[in-house]
């Protein structure tokens, strides 16, 4: 929202976001690495829409699929996926542009209908809605492109991004099940960092559970209230957990402080 935001008022040029590789090797501009997928478009109703279509889908996908490739379905395993669509994004470019496609160097919109595609897949039976019409969602990305086409407006970026999220599909999906081979795992640093599963913060560690106790007992004079394993600030008051696994986080209920 910043950068669509400080485009749209003229704060920043939109050429200051665009994916440029010669910017980015001759002038070391590694802002447009993120950049070209953070500008969602200018000031209309389409893209607003495609602004709750990315939450929306995205928020499906964290919550418990489409693709598991190692982490539950979960948070990390969404970021792997957006990480992957954006890397071959931006590799597949200046392909695109060589076959003389017509392509703007933004992805936002590409990367709406990557995760979009891949969450279609993945349910092709649930059923969505385009203006209050009923849509099976193996259609949905279909029939956006097909309105945007009969609307007159560019929809390479669309094409783009559904080419993009059915490389994924067929490589965490199709290569697995018919040839064997799986080869796509999200990294142990995604897993760390967000869990398994649907995403929690992570719990304190023994050491802070136990300074934040006596804090608690210090400014109130008793124990804490109990928690569900995570820190909140309103109140002076701290949750605290039981000691994390050596491994992943899998969530866990929390212990009424000052009571050990």
Not at 63 to 68: E, K, L, M, R
Not at 167 to 177: E, K
Request: aromatic letters at 16%.
């Amino acid at each position: 929202m910043i950068v669509t935001l400080s485009v749209n008022f003229g704060v920043i040029s939109p050429y200051q976001i665009m994916w440029s590789w010669t910017d980015i090797t001759s002038s070391f501009e590694i802002w447009r690495f993120l950049s070209p997928f953070l500008f969602a478009g200018k000031f209309d109703f389409n893209t607003l829409i495609a602004c709750m279509t990315l939450v929306s889908f995205s928020k499906q996908y964290e919550a418990g699929g489409p693709f598991n490739t190692g982490a539950g379905g979960g948070t990390a395993d969404y970021a792997f996926c957006v990480l992957l669509g954006a890397l071959s994004m931006m590799a597949s470019y200046p392909l695109l542009l060589m076959a003389g496609l017509q392509l703007p160097p933004l992805f936002c919109k590409n990367l709406i209908f990557y995760v979009m595609y891949v969450w279609s897949k993945r349910n092709p039976t649930s059923q969505a809605s385009i203006w209050g019409f009923p849509v099976k969602a193996i259609y949905l990305p279909f029939a956006y492109l097909a309105m945007t086409v009969f609307m007159g407006n560019p929809y390479m970026d669309m094409l783009h991004g559904i080419a993009m999220g059915h490389l994924y599909y067929f490589a965490v999906d199709v290569i697995p099940q018919v040839y064997g081979k799986d080869f796509l795992h999200t990294p142990n640093f995604l897993i760390d960092y967000f869990g398994v599963g649907e995403y929690q913060a992570p719990p304190p560690t023994p050491a802070a559970g136990a300074a934040q106790a006596a804090t608690n007992r210090g400014m109130f004079g008793g124990g804490g209230s109990g928690g569900i394993g995570r820190e909140t600030t309103g109140a002076g008051t701290a949750a605290a957990a039981p000691p994390p696994a050596p491994s992943h986080s899998w969530g866990s209920g929390g212990n009424r402080l000052g009571t050990n």
